[in-house]
T-cell receptor, first 116, second 112 residues
Framework: DSGVTQTPKHLITATGQRVTLRCSPR?????VYWYQQSLDQGLQFLIQ???????AKGNILERFSAQQFPDLHSELNLSSLELGDSALYFC???????????????FGPGTRLTVL | GENVEQHPSTLSVQEGDSAVIKCTYS??????FPWYKQELGKRPQLIID?????GEKKDQRIAVTLNKTAKHFSLHITETQPEDSAVYFC???????????FGQGTELSVKP
């Protein structure tokens, strides 16, 4: 158990709908990262938050957005869902944004999103 | 930005043999290189990592080597066991910002 939690574990929804995925980082970690893993694909970085502020953006669609709250948990919002959005969504956390001995990223168990 | 290439995409070995997975990266400023193991449907789990001020690191049957000049790093697993079967991802951490850029993954199959 990495200490990173994600809910829900599974999500099945229809095209055009909107969903929210939730992530709680390890205790004390300030950075949260979101990744998308499609079938037979690698891990695609979506977005990073550090202590409530957006830090870096990857290949995140405009239909997707995220935020990190004062208690450091993060939510990833996916709207106008398409079939191609079906994937595993992982969040990871690390102590800081960069550098030092505390830059290891620990992954949560993921949320499997199925869009029908 | 950083780009990471990983080879091979699939690797099949006999139990007890060694397995080697190689990655190259593009940004010479990258300074941290973790390796993750992912079993089917599960989270990526960190198995070993190396920082740019070190050339080699070992942890029991697993070792990672880093060649900064050539910008490549490799994972070595010795005395492979069936439970080593999984997908392995290498990654490089961008110097600016801290995000990880992952390789495409290697599906390792260890046959008993």
């Amino acid at each position: 158990d990495s200490g990173v939690t994600q809910t829900p574990k599974h999500l099945i929804t229809a095209t055009g709908q909107r969903v929210t995925l939730r992530c709680s980082p390890r205790s004390g970690d300030l950075s949260v990262y979101w990744y998308q893993q499609s079938l037979d694909q690698g891990l695609q970085f979506l977005i990073q938050y550090y202590n409530g502020e957006e830090r870096a953006k990857g290949n995140i669609l405009e239909r997707f957005s995220a935020q990190q709250f004062p208690d450091l948990h993060s939510e990833l919002n996916l709207s106008s869902l398409e079939l191609g959005d079906s994937a595993l969504y992982f969040c990871a956390s690390s102590a800081n944004a960069r550098g030092g001995l505390t830059d290891t990223q620990y992954f949560g168990p993921g949320t499997r999103l199925t869009v029908l | 930005g950083e780009n990471v290439e990983q080879h091979p995409s699939t690797l099949s070995v006999q139990e007890g043999d060694s397995a080697v997975i190689k990655c190259t990266y593009s940004d010479s400023a990258s300074n941290y290189f973790p390796w993750y193991k992912q079993e089917l449907g599960k989270r990526p789990q960190l198995i070993i990592d190396i920082r740019s001020n070190v050339g080699e690191k070992k942890d029991q049957r697993i070792a990672v080597t880093l060649n900064k000049t050539a910008k490549h790093f490799s994972l070595h697993i010795t005395e492979t066991q069936p439970e080593d079967s999984a997908v392995y991802f290498c990654a490089a951490r961008e110097a600016q910002g801290g995000k990880l850029i992952f390789g495409q993954g290697t599906e390792l199959s260890v046959k008993p």
